[in-house]
Nanobody, 125 residues
Framework: QVQLVESGGGLVKAGGSLVLSCAAS????????MAWFRQASGEDRAFVAR????????YYADFVKGRFSLSRDNAKNTVDLQMNSLEPEDTAVYYC??????????????????WGQGTQVTVSP
């Protein structure tokens, strides 16, 4: 099993940037495909970005392309989400997730087994 802990959330003005970090323990991240999801108040959990286990490929939701960047360091057991040009619509709790299996396209919350507790991102106008 792997345990995930997110950090880096906070309050930022529109146009600003944040870096979210997901730290893993219990097992090396190289076994897992990783993803970030977000959940705004009253809405379903939505896919943001994902990375293959070896870090060879990443994929982003259309609404974050060109603004967000996912990076992972399997040696450090961390996965980061660099978020630029933030908009009020990006306000949500952001979750890190992991799965040992790839089931294309691996963009549903149901595809992921392990979850962090989430970190709040609030973007003010």
């Amino acid at each position: 099993q792997v345990q995930l802990v997110e950090s880096g959330g906070g309050l930022v003005k529109a146009g600003g940037s944040l870096v979210l970090s997901c730290a893993a323990s219990g097992r090396t991240l190289s076994y897992y495909h990783m993803a970030w999801f977000r959940q705004a108040s009253g809405e379903d959990r939505a896919f943001v970005a994902r990375s293959s286990a070896n870090g060879g490929s990443t994929y982003y939701a259309d609404f974050v392309k060109g603004r967000f960047s996912l990076s992972r360091d399997n040696a450090k057991n961390t996965v980061d989400l660099q978020m630029n040009s933030l908009e009020p619509e990006d306000t949500a709790v952001y979750y890190c997730a992991a799965t040992p299996r790839f089931v294309s396209p691996n963009q549903s919350p149901n595809d992921y087994t392990y979850w962090g507790q989430g970190t709040q991102v609030t973007v003010s106008p």
